[in-house]
C-alpha cells in the first residue's frame, strides 16, 4: 500500500502541535518529527507533546538524528542521516529510517540493516534551493535495485505523485505542503487515490 509520511516543518506554521493534530487525524501513515534547529532538550521537550498527538490518533512517529532523547522517551523508531547511521547512531531501536542522496547510499544502508530509505530530493523544492533535483530515474534506479521500502522526498505535491509511484516509490514523504495545508486530508487523499 502507497503511504504518505508527514515530516515536519515548526517554522511553516504559526501553530505547529495544532496543525500536526490536524494532519495526523487526515490519516497520515507516519510522522517524522524532524527539528534539526532545536537544541535536544527542545527536540525532547517537543516529542513528548508529539507522542501524546500521534498516540491519540494511532499514529506511528519517528523521532530524527536526538537518540539520546528518543531513548529516554523510549521511542523505538528513529529517522537518521546516513552519516549518523553509517556511525551506528541507530542502534537499540526497532526501526531505522535512513536518508539517502545516492545509490551506493541506499545499497549500503540495505546491507547495514535500514528498515526503509527516503530518496532525495526528487523535484525541485524551497528546501533545497542551491542544489538540483535528483529526479525519477535516480528514485527508479533505487527503487529496482533495493528491497526495503523507499519514500521519495523533495517536491512532492498531488500534480507529480504518478511519476514518484511508476518509478517504483513505496511512498512519499511531504514537509511544508501537509505542515502548510488548510485541508491536509484533502493533499493525503489525493496522492494515495493517484492511479
Known amino acids: 500500500m502507497f503511504k504518505v509520511i508527514c515530516v515536519t516543518q515548526m517554522s511553516a506554521t504559526e501553530d505547529f502541535l495544532s ?3 490536524k494532519i495526523c487525524a487526515a490519516g ?3 510522522v517524522i518529527l524532524r527539528e534539526k534547529s532545536l537544541t535536544e532538550w527542545e527536540y525532547e521537550a517537543l516529542a513528548k507533546r508529539v507522542i501524546k498527538i500521534c498516540e491519540k490518533s494511532n499514529t506511528p512517529l ?3 538524528t536526538f537518540t539520546e532523547a528518543a531513548k529516554r522517551l523510549d521511542c523505538k ?5 546516513y552519516a549518523d547511521f553509517t556511525a551506528g547512531k541507530g542502534e537499540g ?4 529510517g535512513v536518508s539517502v542522496h545516492s ?3 541506499a545499497i549500503s544502508a540495505e546491507r547495514a540493516g535500514a528498515g526503509y530509505i527516503t530518496a532525495g530530493h526528487i523535484f525541485p523544492t524551497d528546501c533545497k534551493k ?4 535528483r529526479g525519477t530515474d535516480f528514485l527508479r534506479e533505487i527503487c529496482n535495485t533495493i528491497h526495503i521500502p523507499v519514500y521519495a522526498i523533495g517536491g512532492i505535491t498531488p500534480e507529480n505523485i504518478s511519476l514518484v509511484k511508476t518509478a517504483g516509490a513505496s511512498g512519499v514523504c511531504l514537509m511544508s505542503g501537509l505542515m502548510k495545508a488548510k485541508k491536509p486530508r484533502d493533499i493525503i487523499e489525493k496522492i494515495k487515490s493517484c492511479p
Do not use: A, G, K, Y
Open 28 to 30: 497520515i501513515d507516519r
Open 130 to 133: 542551491d542544489l538540483p533535483p
Open 77 to 81: 523508531f528513529i529517522h537518521l542521516s
Open 103 to 105: 545509490l551506493n547510499e
Open 19 to 21: 496543525q500536526l493534530e
Open 93 to 96: 531501536f526497532e526501526t531505522v
Open 62 to 64: 519517528s523521532l530524527h
